[in-house]
């Protein structure tokens, strides 16, 4: 069940990332390494290894060799995932680190810098003026809500 799943995870993850080429271009300072998660509240251990085309997500056991292994419950993941302070973030939250704590750090950064350019997609699709309009309004409602 959670090879199928991190299979659907990593495609999805991997589509969303290559809408930002820039991403995949920040990818590469910390291809080839390997993070380890474990959620202790879901009992579920995988591996993310970043590689030029995006991320990989792999079943792991205790035995699977990281650069970085992160341990927690979700919650705990969650807060790390919407922080955008300072690099101390996976410690404030409580996680387990072993390892290098600034690699996984690097991959929370990487991925939070995601820009898509959502006008630019979708006008391939209906046209710039429709894109435009479309955007502008999703903008003023964005707006709106934080205010």
């Known amino acids: 069940m959670i090879p199928l799943a991190l299979t659907g995870i990593e495609a999805a993850l991997n589509a969303y990332i290559k809408l930002d080429p820039d991403t995949l271009s920040r990818l590469t300072a910390i291809q080839g390494k390997t993070i380890n998660v474990i959620i202790t509240d879901w009992n579920v251990a995988f591996s993310i290894i970043p590689r030029s085309d995006g991320l990989e997500l792999t079943p792991c056991t205790k035995t699977t060799k990281a650069d970085t292994e992160i341990e927690g419950p979700l919650t705990h993941f969650c807060r790390v995932g919407v922080t955008k302070a300072s690099?101390?973030?996976?410690?404030?939250?409580?996680?387990?680190?072993?390892?290098?704590?600034?690699?996984?750090?690097?991959?929370?950064?990487?991925?939070?810098?995601?820009?898509?350019?959502?006008?630019?997609?979708?006008?391939?699709?209906v046209g710039d003026p429709i894109a435009l309009k479309f955007c502008q309004t999703a903008r003023r409602v964005a707006d709106t809500g934080k205010g």
């Open 87 to 125: 690099n101390t973030s996976l410690l404030k939250n409580q996680l387990k680190i072993k390892g290098d704590p600034e690699l996984g750090e690097m991959l929370r950064e990487i991925l939070q810098k995601i820009d898509i350019d959502w006008e630019e997609h979708l006008s391939r699709v």
